[in-house]
T-cell receptor, first 113, second 114 residues
Framework: AQSVTQPDIHITVSEGASLELRCNYS??????LFWYVQSPGQGLQLLLK??????LVQGIKGFEAEFKRSQSSFNLRKPSVHWSDAAEYFC???????????FGAGTRLTVKP | EADIYQTPRYLVIGTGKKITLECSQT?????MYWYQQDPGMELHLIHY???????EKGDLSSESTVSRIRTEHFPLTLESARPSHTSQYLC?????????????FGNGTRLTVT
């Protein structure tokens, strides 16, 4: 069965520092991978997605993620964090049909001034 | 800017009441979904629809029901609310299955049943 693990429940980084949020997945077929961000009181907004091709994908707000099939990982990175990046981040894996999409439990990011 | 709208944003209601959570989207998407979100836990799919007159149950058992009479509208109904229904409910939509069909989410309805 497919699943997503986000090992870090809460991460705190200083503004301007680099960021990496971890995501490991289990999926029986070729995965479609996503990162979503949720600000307080808001729904989830798509940051980036991977379907095939180049394993390094670029997203909105300066985020990128790298798909590593051998490690079943899809970690999210940003070179320099801004205070407005404070939010909850969700990794998701699915297939062709979104009905089987699985979300991780989320990583809450706090940004120190 | 959300193209998928949920109302109400917050709802506090007593046990036994019937409630309907509204969800509408203006993107013309065929597929719509309802997810339940609790703190520290993954989102759980409770209902989805492929289009008008199509409704399916998701992987999380739910006492709620849904209807899809119009493409843009996908309301969720609880006939008799209980404290265990307290949660955040997220509505989403997407194109029909395909590689470029990520989910678009509304801002959610936070339901509290007292």
């Amino acid at each position: 069965a497919q699943s997503v693990t986000q090992p870090d429940i809460h991460i705190t980084v200083s503004e301007g520092a680099s960021l990496e949020l971890r995501c490991n997945y289990s999926y029986g077929a070729t995965p479609y991978l996503f990162w979503y961000v949720q600000s307080p009181g808001q729904g989830l907004q798509l940051l980036l997605k991977y379907f095939s091709g180049d394993t390094l994908v670029q997203g909105i707000k300066g985020f990128e993620a790298e798909f590593k099939r051998s490690q079943s990982s899809f970690n999210l990175r940003k070179p320099s964090v801004h205070w407005s990046d404070a939010a909850e981040y969700f990794c998701a894996v699915g297939g062709y049909n979104n009905n089987d999409m699985r979300f991780g439990a989320g990583t809450r990011l706090t940004v120190k001034p | 800017e959300a193209d998928i709208y949920q109302t109400p944003r917050y709802l506090v209601i007593g046990t036994g009441k019937k409630i309907t959570l509204e969800c509408s989207q203006t993107m013309g998407h065929d597929k719509m979904y309802w997810y339940q979100q609790d703190p520290g836990m993954e989102l759980h799919l409770i209902h989805y629809s492929y289009g008008v007159n199509s409704t399916e149950k998701g992987d999380l058992s739910s006492e709620s029901t849904v209807s899809r009479i119009r493409t843009e509208h996908f309301p969720l109904t609880l006939e008799s609310a209980r404290p265990s229904h307290t949660s955040q409910y997220l509505c989403a939509s997407s194109e029909l299955p395909g590689k470029d069909s990520p989910l678009h989410f509304g801002n959610g309805t936070r339901l509290t049943v007292t």
